[in-house]
C-alpha cells in the first residue's frame, strides 16, 4: 500500500492500491441527483479521476478547480471529482465556484471507490488524495497516490497522461 500521512501522521489506508497497467476496479458512487454511477458509466471514455478529501478545503478547491479548467482543452476526456462530500454540498461548492460543467461524485454512502482503489482512510473516514488516469479500455495508465493529504497532486503529469491515454 501506499504510505500516506495526514498533518504528517501516517494514516491507514483500505483496500488494494491500484496500479498502472491493471484493468480498473469497478465501483459505484453517486451522482447529483443521487442516482448511482459506475465506471460503466463512462464506458469507452478516457477517465481522469481527481480523487480529494474534501471540496470544502482549499487544496482540494483547487484542485477540483483546476482538472476541471484543464478540462475544456482536454477532447474525449472526462474528468471525475470524487470525495465522501454529501451530493448536495458538491452542488453548492460546483455553483458557488462556478464551475457548470464539473462531474462531482460522492462516495459517501459505502466508500465503494474507496476501497477499490486503496484510497479511504480509515481513522477519518475520508478519501486520501490521488488521481488516476483510466484509458478507453478501463485500464490503469496513471496512478498517483499524495503522499501528504494536504499536498497537491503532479497536476502536468496527471493531465499528460490524459493526453496520452486512448
Not at 107 to 117: C, E, M
Not at 124 to 150: G, K, M, P
Amino acid at each position: 500500500m501506499a504510505n500516506v500521512t495526514f498533518l504528517g501522521d501516517s494514516v491507514t489506508l483500505l483496500g488494494n492500491e491500484v496500479k498502472v497497467g491493471e484493468q480498473a476496479p469497478n465501483f459505484t458512487v453517486l451522482a447529483d441527483d443521487l442516482s448511482p454511477v459506475t465506471l460503466d458509466t463512462y464506458k469507452g471514455a478516457v477517465k481522469l479521476i481527481s480523487v480529494v478529501p474534501s471540496v470544502d478545503t482549499g487544496v482540494c478547491a483547487a484542485q477540483t478547480r483546476k482538472f476541471n479548467e484543464e478540462a475544456a482543452g482536454l477532447e474525449d476526456v472526462k474528468i471525475l471529482t470524487i470525495s465522501v462530500d454529501l451530493p448536495f454540498a458538491q452542488n453548492r461548492y460546483c455553483a458557488t465556484e462556478g464551475l457548470e460543467n464539473a462531474v462531482t461524485l460522492s462516495d459517501h454512502r459505502d466508500l465503494s471507490f474507496g476501497q477499490a482503489y486503496g484510497v479511504a482512510i480509515e481513522e477519518l473516514r475520508l478519501l486520501t488524495r490521488a488521481v488516476f488516469v483510466i484509458n478507453s479500455e478501463n485500464q490503469v495508465t496513471y496512478a498517483e497516490y499524495v503522499d501528504e493529504v494536504t499536498n497537491h497532486p503532479n497536476y502536468e503529469a496527471a493531465l499528460e497522461a490524459a493526453k496520452a491515454a486512448k
